[in-house]
């Protein structure tokens, strides 16, 4: 049974990722890419924790929190760049 | 028994997470603006990825027999670092539009007989 719920939500987040992209090539403005960016980003979070479950193994949770790090950290900068025109003053 | 009802919750988990990954997905492509836009990943995303995570948590304490504190940070950060990024990303984008400021509407209630400024933080 977790085998076809695995099947279904793998599907799901794949059809989310290639929305993502859609709306990061397409996005009207640039903070529109920065946010398709980060939800990329959480995605793959998702999809890396679910590849675990599916291999019974927990080796991959270091990298979804290095992921989830480095996402946060790199949004905060784009932000601080298109609002201060420099990330560290 | 008991194994089967877990199994069923996980089941459940994994399901509903990736449903909601893929609302929150939705919502970034359907919707109008990027005010709007930012309600989806910042909340049905991380939802979803409250559930995978969840889910996860379950199926390794069943697995293994003891609970891992892993996926619990991972949780703890996402929850705590989604709305301080869409809060920046609103500002930012309040930034480079300015209008925005003008064309929203007054908020109606008052502070201490003083009506609230158009936008409090300048």
Known sequence: MIDYALLFSFAAVAIALVINLWRLATGPTVMDRVLAGDTMVVNTIAIIILYGIQNNTTLYFESALLLAMFSFISTVAYCRFVLRGDVIE | ?122
């Open chain 2, 1 to 122: 028994m008991m194994s089967f009802v877990v199994e069923i919750f996980i089941a459940l988990a994994i399901v509903i997470g990736g449903t909601f990954v893929l609302v929150g997905s939705l919502g970034l492509l359907k919707l109008p603006d990027l005010m709007s836009r930012l309600h989806g990943p910042s909340k049905a995303t991380t939802l979803g990825v409250g559930g995978c995570l969840l889910a996860s948590m379950l199926h390794f304490s069943k697995f293994n027999g003891d609970l891992s504190m892993h996926e619990l940070l991972v949780t703890l950060f996402l929850f705590i670092t989604a709305p301080v990024t869409a809060h920046f990303i609103a500002l930012a984008h309040l930034h480079t539009h300015p209008h925005i400021k003008t064309e929203c509407p007054l908020p109606k209630a008052t502070v201490d007989g003083q009506p609230t400024k158009p936008f409090p933080r300048e």
